[in-house]
């Protein structure tokens, strides 16, 4: 059922569920992926009621282990690290499948070596840049500590309808065990690009398809990749990054046609080496060495979606858009996660800083969560968008000023210090 503003100002919660009262809580999080669970699990850590409702929010990540990696892969920043320290789970990952980043190094589409960027921790005066861990890695070590989170209950189900009414939200659920109704002072939406919430609360979206697929998967390599992150703008388009893992195994991300795509997915262990082979002028099998697949690739459609407001309704706002509900961002600044982490930090201290007299879900609060994260979201989103289309342009005027401006930038130490900053993704 799509929200109806007028409806749900009048719809009185007694009268939904005959079987009882909705279940009373704080905050209700929708979504169970890995910022979901990060803002249940803080929201609950500051003493809030939570219920964190998803279809399979039951279902349990398993520890990751041996030598399978998943292909799955996110860069960790020092600002997500932050987070995960101030939630107490830094320390309990399995940092022996953690790798860490100290060099970045980005080369132009003429292969020519003046036109690459080199970021190294070193030279910016920071221990390191990122780490490269598996999705499944996080899931596993936020799903316990939510389990151990008395303040925190886990409702199997999906959201049916939402009722604002001025002294909270009510939520009909369906698929689920108990309850199938619950009554939150705020509301948290987690529940991903595609956001059921969202499209309820009748908030637009600025959508935009890059006509792009990326290709991931893993890979062993011969050559030591010395702990760093490699990235290759292509002739035509494409990109393909090499993120290190643990050992002498990287974990690629090519982002390229849909056609492309579905060609690579069909190579086998030989034909991907003949592969890299051909790609600037033999420069990845040189700095890699020969690589072998090391898990089964897949794919998944790239494009760029930001939500108008990222609080809603308008009039009477009792609902936060957080992660992939409020942005989803090409891939190729390894961001995506992140910027989603960045959204649960800034709420957390918004709320933990909040002054005494106000309720979690003062529209003066929301409103200041807004204001932080547009800034933040707009410049992200911008820089990572026009990076994607100069670097897919044909124009020979923006080939040459692309690379010229790669090369400029790396001879300028200011300039690429300020690049690492921003990128750490602090949020105090």
């Excluded at 490269?132 to 959201?159: M, N, P, T, Y």
């Excluded at 009414?165 to 987690?190: C, F, M, W, Y």
Aim: glycine share 8%; net charge neutral.
């Amino acid at each position: 059922m799509a929200f109806n503003p007028s409806k749900s100002m009048t719809t009185p919660a007694a009268s939904a569920h005959a079987a009882g009262k909705p279940r009373q809580c704080d905050v209700a999080v929708i979504g169970g992926g890995i910022v979901g669970k990060a803002c249940a699990l803080g929201l609950a850590q500051q003493g809030f009621d939570v219920v964190q409702i998803a279809p399979d929010v039951d279902q349990h990540t398993a520890k990751p282990s041996g030598d399978h990696w998943a292909e799955r892969i996110y860069a960790i920043s020092p600002g997500t690290r932050s987070l995960l320290q101030s939630l107490q789970v830094w320390d309990a990952i399995d940092h022996a499948r953690l790798q860490v980043v100290r060099d970045m190094r980005i080369y132009g589409d003429r292969g020519e070596p003046s036109d690459g960027l080199h970021l190294s921790a070193f030279e910016a005066g920071v221990p390191q840049l990122a780490w490269i861990g598996e999705s499944d890695l996080l899931e596993h070590i936020l799903e316990q500590a939510c389990r151990f989170q008395s303040k925190l209950e886990c409702v199997v189900g999906s959201l049916d309808n939402l009722f604002i009414e001025p002294d909270g939200a009510l939520l009909r659920l369906h698929g689920t065990q108990s309850p199938v109704e619950v009554k939150a002072n705020l509301v948290i939406a987690a529940d991903g690009a595609n956001s059921s919430l969202r499209s309820m609360l009748q908030i637009q979206t600025d959508e935009k398809s890059y006509e792009q697929r990326a290709v991931v998967g893993n890979f062993l390599c011969t050559n030591a990749h010395l702990e760093t992150a490699f990235q290759w703008f292509l002739p035509g388009g494409d990109i393909l990054a090499m993120l290190p893992l643990p050992g002498k195994q990287v974990s690629m991300v090519w982002s390229t046609s849909p056609e492309n795509a579905a060609r690579l997915l069909t190579l086998d262990a030989d034909q991907w080496q003949s592969e890299f082979a051909m790609l600037h002028d033999g420069a990845i099998v040189h700095t890699l060495g020969t690589l072998s697949p090391h898990s089964k690739p897949g794919s998944f459609p790239l494009r760029k979606i930001r939500a108008q407001r990222v609080i809603g309704p308008e009039l009477m706002p009792k609902v936060i858009l957080i992660g992939d509900a409020a942005h989803v961002i090409h891939p190729l600044a390894g961001q995506g996660l992140n910027l989603g982490l960045r959204d649960v930090a800034a709420l957390l201290r918004i709320l933990r800083e909040r002054e005494s007299f106000r309720a979690i879900a003062d529209p003066v609060l929301l409103r200041r969560y807004e204001r932080e994260r547009h800034g933040d979201t707009s410049a992200i989103l911008w820089v990572t968008d026009r990076l994607k289309q100069l670097f897919t342009s044909a124009n020979p005027l923006q080939q040459k000023i692309r690379n010229w401006g790669m090369g400029l930038v790396n001879r300028s130490h200011l300039i690429k210090r300020y690049l690492i900053k921003e990128a750490l993704g602090e949020v105090q």
